[in-house]
């Protein structure tokens, strides 16, 4: 059974900084990895797509590296903003539209 | 392009009673699948509809049930309601088609917010 966890399970920052959301997983054998953000009773909203053959993807100041043989991913979120802030969550696909979800990392990111 | 839409958005509902949510997919998006998300399980699949037929199921009760339409359109269905039922149902799309077309990336509604009293 898939397992996910995410660490820092909340993470408090100054505008501007440069930051790392960890993401790790127990089973390698997934079709892709997605990043979502989710502001407070909202929807998800996807930011990056990892495909199982791929190593990185990066989208504007937002950069995800996936490591099957470690299972692990990480989110890097460069220059931050304070609209940055939301809670921050990775799954992994690994069947149809089954999706494992991690619990999240809480970002705030403060002026 | 218009996202994924999810009625209603809110709704409130006492033990015992059912639910119907409805999910209108992307346009040009075949698959529909449905999450709960709670503050002590997170988030958690229920079950995936394409071509009007479930083709995934998660760890849920039958009581939780589905369907999707011809249009693609899918609807969930919550009988007999709990207290623990109250949650946050999302609805998700994904296009199905030639493989190169396919990224296999979700796209999330916003969500019909259930509570149970």
């Known amino acids: 059974k898939q397992e996910v966890t995410q660490i820092p399970a909340a993470l408090s920052v100054p505008e501007g900084e440069n930051l790392v959301l960890n993401c790790s997983f127990t089973?390698?054998?997934?079709?892709?990895l997605q990043w979502f953000r989710q502001d407070p009773g909202k929807g998800l909203t996807s930011l990056l797509l990892?495909?199982?053959?791929?190593r990185e993807q990066t989208s504007g100041r937002l950069n995800a590296s996936l490591d099957k043989s470690s299972g692990r991913s990480t989110l890097y979120i460069a220059a931050s903003q304070p609209g940055d802030s939301a809670t921050y969550l990775c799954?992994?696909?690994?069947?149809?539209?089954?999706?494992?979800f991690g619990e999240g990392t809480q970002l705030t990111v403060n002026p | 392009k218009a996202g994924v839409t999810q009625t209603p958005r809110y709704l409130i509902k006492t033990r015992g009673q059912q639910v119907t949510l409805s999910c209108s997919p992307i346009?040009?998006?075949?698959?529909v699948s449905w999450y709960q998300q709670t503050p002590g399980q997170g988030l958690q699949f229920l079950f995936e509809?394409?071509?009007?037929?479930?083709?995934n199921k998660g760890n849920f009760p039958g009581r939780f049930s589905g369907r999707q339409f011809s249009n693609s359109r899918s609807e969930m269905n919550v009988s007999t309601l709990e207290l623990g039922d109250s949650a946050l149902y999302l609805c998700?799309?994904?296009?199905?088609?030639?493989?190169?077309?396919?990224?296999?990336?979700?796209?999330f509604g916003e969500g019909s917010r259930l509570t149970v009293l």
């Open positions: 998700a799309s994904r296009f199905l088609g030639l493989a190169g077309l396919n990224t296999g990336e979700l796209f």
């Open positions: 089973d390698s054998a997934i079709y892709n």
């Open positions: 990892i495909q199982s053959s791929q």
């Open positions: 799954a992994l696909r690994t069947s149809g539209s089954r999706l494992t």
């Open positions: 346009s040009g998006h075949r698959s």
């Open positions: 509809y394409f071509s009007e037929t479930q083709r």
